[in-house]
């Protein structure tokens, strides 16, 4: 009996204890908190966002499960960012976030404060379950291994081979292009352009589907998989902590045979001894990765996290900048003037394309308009600061409490006025003679996670727009439509790039 009693008081008396230590948890976080924010100077948000429900988010819970998809996303959150500021507050009970584009914040986020702050568990989470745990998802010291293995794996390609290789699929591109004036959606050639390539140049053998020569079902049916799971990722990082609910079979079948697909080329590269068996063996990564580790996981979730940055942002900013091209005519003849003033009819050199300005130009002024990567967030990884959003001005100091999330917009911030002109909303390639912009333009982000493949992936997009432009002497918009963005893990648009091609004599 005396242990039955015993038990009776046990229980109550531990619940109590654990209740008191959790209320001086939060008492001592709150006072540790209000002491940091005391000691920076921070003041209240300048701006709040209206939420329906301050405390557990139902109106959140419904948008994500019921209500349809802002057509014009992008769009919205720069007209709230003119309604509200340039940083404003987004509180519940049970979530914080704060929106940002100022470029002193980002900067901060990116690079000043750089280890107040790691990558999103949202975000870890949904890419991790589908692409396994490569540099897009990594923080601290695992990033930074990663990051210093990957590195030189750029750094020592031969340009000369990436040229070569990108002149044999962009032949492949052209025989998918009629003869006589054609009207085609360039869009889904470009993303299987960017495919075949980043294939051939990531592994030493391209998925080839641009090419009709025969039926290479396998490699298909790895691009079809692809897409699947990189379409989960991006709709279990919208539905936010309701994520975890979220189960697709189809997107984890598709993932098993992806990740086998990936798999058989890693054995292939570790098994063989000879090396000349591989194609391109100058502009291989994964024979790159594997000099430095045999871990053939750490070498298949590399692999997939560089192919999601090199296919997809590259396919969307030529899809991006072509859209654009083709509504403006006297941009794309003054650009394939200065092409064929430089490079005549044969393709680019390296150093032919470094003379080309006005492409450059172009380049630029679309990843301004049309960022790829248009948002982005870093979660507070301890209790910090940012430099502006506080106070009635703006000007003082925010607190950012841990775990808290700082979500920055770069669409809106490459759209500042002050910064671009009272035309900041237009295509204006000639804008960039002598623009300067620093942190207020981030088209490969910025800081130590600045992307790491950007000189490569220019030299892509600039080689295929000169030769696109040399091939086609005039090319057309088929119809007056706006851009919309397609949201997805880069940016592109969402009705396709429909345009009339007609080839030079």
């Not at 924010?37 to 300048?46: L, M, N, T, V």
């Not at 045979?257 to 990936?262: E, K, T």
Request: charged share 25%.
């Amino acid at each position: 009996m005396s242990g039955f009693f015993e038990n009776q008081y046990v229980m109550p008396y531990s619940f109590i204890l654990l209740l008191i230590s959790y209320i001086c948890h939060c008492i001592y976080k709150q006072t540790r908190q209000h002491q940091l924010s005391r000691s920076k100077g921070c003041k209240d948000a300048q701006s709040k966002a209206p939420v329906k429900d301050p405390f557990i988010g139902f109106d959140f819970i419904y948008d994500c499960l019921f209500a349809k998809p802002i057509e014009k996303y992008l769009d919205s959150t720069f007209k709230t960012f003119q309604q509200l500021g340039a940083t404003y507050a987004y509180k519940r009970w049970t979530w914080e976030a704060v929106y940002t584009c100022d470029s002193r914040n980002i900067k901060h986020v990116l690079a000043s404060g750089f280890d107040d702050f790691k990558l999103p568990r949202l975000r870890v989470n949904a890419m991790m379950g589908l692409l396994g745990s490569g540099i897009f998802t990594l923080n601290g010291y695992s990033w930074s291994h990663a990051r210093g293995v990957l590195r030189p794996c750029f750094a020592k390609q031969n340009k000369e081979s990436i040229v070569n290789m990108l002149e044999m699929h962009f032949q492949a591109l052209l025989r998918r292009i009629p003869n006589d004036r054609a009207t085609i959606d360039l869009q889904p050639l470009f993303f299987w352009l960017t495919m075949d390539f980043a294939t051939d140049f990531l592994m030493g053998h391209s998925t080839r589907v641009l090419d009709r020569a025969s039926s290479h079902a396998k490699e298909k049916q790895f691009v079809d998989d692809y897409l699947t799971c990189s379409t989960e990722i991006v709709r279990k990082m919208q539905l936010g902590p309701l994520q975890m609910f979220s189960i697709n079979f189809a997107a984890m079948r598709a993932r098993s045979r992806v990740f086998r697909y990936i798999d058989d080329f890693i054995n292939a590269s570790l098994d063989k001894k000879d090396e000349s068996e591989f194609t391109n063996m100058g502009c291989n990564v994964l024979q790159c990765l594997s000099a430095v580790t045999t871990d053939r996981k750490q070498l298949r979730d590399q692999i997939l996290h560089i192919l999601v940055a090199s296919r997809d942002t590259t396919a969307c900013l030529l899809s991006n900048l072509f859209f654009v091209l083709a509504k403006k005519p006297h941009i794309y003849d003054k650009l394939r003037r200065e092409v064929i003033s430089i490079a005549g009819v044969e393709p680019a050199t390296d150093n032919q394309l470094n003379n080309m300005e006005y492409l450059k130009w172009c380049v630029q002024e679309s990843l301004r308009l049309h960022p790829v990567i248009p948002t982005n967030a870093r979660e507070a990884s301890k209790d910090t600061v940012l430099p502006y959003g506080g106070g009635e001005d703006g000007n003082s100091p925010l607190l950012i409490k841990k775990g808290s999330l700082v979500m920055y917009n770069i669409y809106a911030m490459h759209r500042d006025a002050r910064i671009f002109g009272p035309d900041s909303e237009e295509f204006v390639p000639e804008r960039w003679n002598g623009l300067r912009p620093g942190w207020n333009y981030l088209p490969f982000n910025g800081g130590p996670r600045i992307c790491i493949g950007q000189k490569f992936a220019l030299l892509e997009t600039y080689y295929l727009v000169s030769r696109m432009v040399q091939t086609f002497e005039t090319m057309s918009a088929v119809d007056d439509s706006e851009w919309i963005e397609l949201y997805a893990l880069a940016t592109t648009c969402k009705d396709g790039v429909k345009v009339g091609l007609t080839r030079a004599n």
